[in-house]
């Protein structure tokens, strides 16, 4: 009877402790640049990619102070805003394009966590939010990432390749993803559905081959993979934005975020816990404009209307002159008769 209880036991633990491990990997930590709904008219937005900062420390040629938005949950469009009560888990890092360590912190928000730093350079900031914990046997370390394109074109436009090329940080993130730079890229550039894009999980600086990789949009398409022998997998973006024509806006930035998570066997202990497997997991986030061949398929059409008008009008207008004819005059003399 007692082996028999504790046979049960040793299961329901077992079962609670995987639903838990699948709790956590279906709920990823990430960065988002989009303010709850209701407090949108509450931030401002800088420069050409729109980052979203506080609103009452904007212009006036102060600093601008960025914020990204701390979110769970697999859903772009709806995943849930987190209010953090706990400082002890989490740790936040945020480097600028030319790689120095920027002061940043945990803010609350009307509720709602973010986190914050001070923008005032040109190019990609690589800002993270770093999460331990130990559920069970297992300690959970969460990495959400953002990689943040700052620039305003009164600012200039140097040393672009140097400030967009991707970065790293191994002696402090233990787990992240990193896009593949293009050589076209620059301080406008922006990733368009159609495009092709290499994404890299790196633990502690190396690539991992043969884990899994999610991508999801804001449309809610989502798209699996397993990194390849050199740890990379590649993603196209769908063409997922569809609606009429007067209400299309070739400007909107829509986002997207990549997540990849593995467990090995490693102990230790956190906290006076002891723990026998580390879980990482890690997000990216960033945006994306629909298609340019979506606008100029209606530049096209639109020029294709116009010649075709101006075809049919040209026509009538020939077809009436030809029907025309020309004014004769006949003069009779009745005296010859």
Same mark, same amino acid.
């Given at each position: 009877m007692k082996n028999s209880s504790?046979? =049960?036991?040793?299961?329901?633990?077992?079962?609670?402790? =995987?639903?838990? @491990?699948?709790?956590?990997?279906?709920?990823?930590? $990430?960065?988002? !640049?989009?303010?709850?709904?209701?407090q949108r008219k509450s931030v401002s937005?800088?420069?050409?990619?729109?980052?979203?900062? %506080?609103?009452?420390?904007?212009?006036?040629?102060?600093?601008i102070q960025a914020i990204q938005w701390v979110r769970e949950g697999a859903s772009v469009e709806h995943a849930r805003y987190l209010s953090f009560t706990d400082t002890a888990g989490y740790r936040t890092f945020v480097f600028s394009p030319t790689r120095k360590r920027v002061k940043s912190q945990?803010?609350?928000?009307?509720?709602?966590? %973010? %986190?914050?730093?001070? @923008? !005032?350079?040109?190019?990609?900031? !690589?800002?993270?939010? %770093?999460?331990?914990?130990?559920?069970g046997d297992t300690l959970h370390v969460d990495v959400a990432k953002a990689e943040l394109l700052s620039h305003s074109c009164r600012n200039g436009h140097r040393n672009v390749r140097r400030a967009v090329r991707p970065k790293v940080y191994p002696e402090d993130i233990p787990f992240e993803i990193v896009r593949e730079r293009r050589l076209n890229e620059n301080f406008h550039f /922006?990733?368009?559905?159609?495009?092709?894009?290499?994404?890299?999980?790196?633990?502690?600086?190396?690539?991992?081959?043969?884990?899994?990789?999610?991508?999801?949009?804001?449309?809610? $398409?989502?798209?699996?993979?397993?990194? !390849?022998?050199?740890?990379?997998?590649?993603?196209? /973006?769908?063409?997922?934005?569809?609606?009429?024509?007067?209400?299309?806006?070739g400007r909107t930035i829509y986002y997207y975020m990549?997540?990849?998570? =593995?467990t090995t066997e490693k102990s230790g202990k956190l906290h006076g816990r002891v723990y026998r497997y580390v879980h990482y997991s890690t997000s990216l986030s960033d945006g994306y404009f629909p298609s340019q061949t979506m606008y100029l398929s209606l530049v096209w059409g639109l020029i294709v209307f116009v010649v075709a008008l101006v075809v049919i009008v040209a026509g009538i207008i020939i077809y009436r002159e030809r029907r025309k004819k020309p004014y004769k005059e006949y003069t009779f003399d009745e005296s010859e008769n």
């Open positions: 504790h046979t =049960f036991w040793h299961l329901f633990l077992i079962i609670l402790l =995987f639903s838990i @491990d699948l709790e956590t990997s279906a709920q990823p930590l $990430w960065l988002s !640049n989009v303010p709850p709904a209701n937005f800088y420069g050409m990619h729109r980052l979203c900062t %506080v609103k009452e420390k904007r212009g006036g040629g102060g600093p945990v803010l609350s928000i009307f509720g709602k966590s %973010v %986190v914050e730093y001070v @923008d !005032n350079e040109e190019g990609y900031y !690589n800002v993270y939010l %770093v999460m331990r914990k130990v559920l /922006f990733i368009a559905s159609g495009d092709r894009f290499t994404y890299k999980p790196l633990l502690y600086g190396r690539f991992v081959p043969g884990i899994p990789i999610t991508m999801c949009t804001e449309k809610g $398409w989502y798209k699996k993979g397993k990194t !390849n022998k050199k740890g990379e997998v590649e993603f196209q /973006f769908i063409q997922d934005y569809f609606t009429r024509w007067s209400e299309i806006n990549v997540f990849s998570e =593995f």
